[in-house]
């Protein structure tokens, strides 16, 4: 696909597409651009600049080269009522389309399937058939399915195999948080996975600005009102990933198990001694018997474990990737030893034989 044609085919997808994302989906900066400047002049996408939030839009033109070359992907998304079709102009409205757009881009660069040419149909998937490798589905893909689930906060949900994980973006700042909500997307999601035969439970998998924002998550005690985000008992498992290249690799680590065991395995080798109880928050001891813990997914309800017992044995070892470091040192102190994979030779690692 030209990249002209990818980059009007996600816009259709996202509604309007923000405009810090241009230079991913066509993978230059520069050239996107051009590529910009072109397709406005041309008609096929217009500029929308209001209240500090910018992105791009299609027009009628737009539209109709779109379904010309990809009605199979493009038109669920640009037929009847679909919100991504009437795009609106309130600010709030906006932000949840950029929200979401963050989303669709971040996985689809991380490798998961996004396109509907790429998924199963989101209906088979609702009447019990599961899925092999990891399909993402936007809200707008099955919200319509259940009232139950119009008020939740999620993008979407991610699906690999017998694992699923409700999609939130937090982007920079704590994200509304409803319980009552969520709780219902929760139990709709698990409903979804016994459907197909599985007793998986549903995990959330919250996006972010950066890693230093994970710091705030850990924190927060719900703001005043109680109705912003906190570390709850909804999900079992809440994974932090922030919006960065090099952060693919932990949804790569989610969605496929064998790799997940494999980097297990490899941190493993680093261990004087494995841990004596199944269920002990440290993953083993060093040489000198120092407690050694494995911090690279960025589980919110793992790592506020880990702090509270550092906080007891004043002594510990925490395992991360290179670009968490800071984030982690910021959380849990500038006393702490920490050790960094380079996410680098990590990638070659688990990509070894594939």
């Not at 990891?134 to 906060?153: C, M, N, Q």
């Amino acid at each position: 696909m030209k990249k002209q044609d990818r980059l009007l085919l996600m816009i259709a997808i996202c509604g309007e597409l923000p405009a810090n994302l241009t230079g991913q989906v066509v993978g230059s900066d520069s050239y996107a651009a051009a590529l910009i400047t072109r397709l406005k002049r041309e008609g096929y996408i217009s500029a929308r600049s209001k209240d500090g939030c910018r992105g791009y839009v299609l027009r009628a033109k737009g539209r109709r080269h779109v379904l010309t070359i990809c009605e199979d992907d493009a038109g669920f998304f640009l037929h009847g009522a679909i919100q991504t079709s009437h795009v609106k102009s309130e600010v709030n409205k906006r932000i949840r389309l950029h929200r979401m757009s963050e989303v669709w881009v971040f996985l689809w660069k991380a490798g998961v399937c996004i396109f509907q040419s790429q998924k199963p149909a989101w209906k088979t998937v609702s009447e019990g058939n599961g899925v092999e490798t990891a399909v993402y589905y936007g809200s707008l893909e099955f919200k319509g399915d259940s009232d139950a689930i119009k008020g939740s906060r999620a993008c979407g949900v991610l699906l690999s195999g017998n694992a699923a994980y409700v999609v939130y973006n937090t982007m920079g700042q704590r994200m509304k948080w409803a319980k009552k909500m969520e709780r219902s997307m929760r139990v709709w999601t698990e409903r979804l996975l016994l459907k197909g035969g599985s007793s998986h439970m549903a995990d959330a998998l919250i996006l972010g600005e950066n890693p230093v924002f994970l710091r705030e998550l850990l924190e927060s005690d719900g703001g005043i009102r109680k109705n912003l985000f906190q570390v709850d008992d909804i999900y079992e498992h809440y994974y932090y990933v922030p919006v960065c290249g090099s952060a693919a690799v932990q949804i790569w680590l989610l969605v496929d198990g064998e790799k997940r065991t494999r980097l297990y395995q490899f941190l493993s080798g680093a261990l004087s001694k494995k841990r004596e109880k199944e269920y002990a928050i440290c993953d083993g001891y060093d040489a000198y018997g120092n407690p050694v813990y494995f911090c690279h997914e960025l589980e919110l309800r793992h790592l506020l474990r880990v702090k509270q017992e550092i906080a007891w044995n004043q002594a510990g070892c925490v395992l991360c990737l290179d670009y968490q470091e800071a984030a982690l040192r910021m959380y849990f102190g500038e006393k702490m030893k920490i050790q960094a994979v380079i996410t680098e030779r990590l990638t070659e690692y688990l990509q070894q034989g594939v």
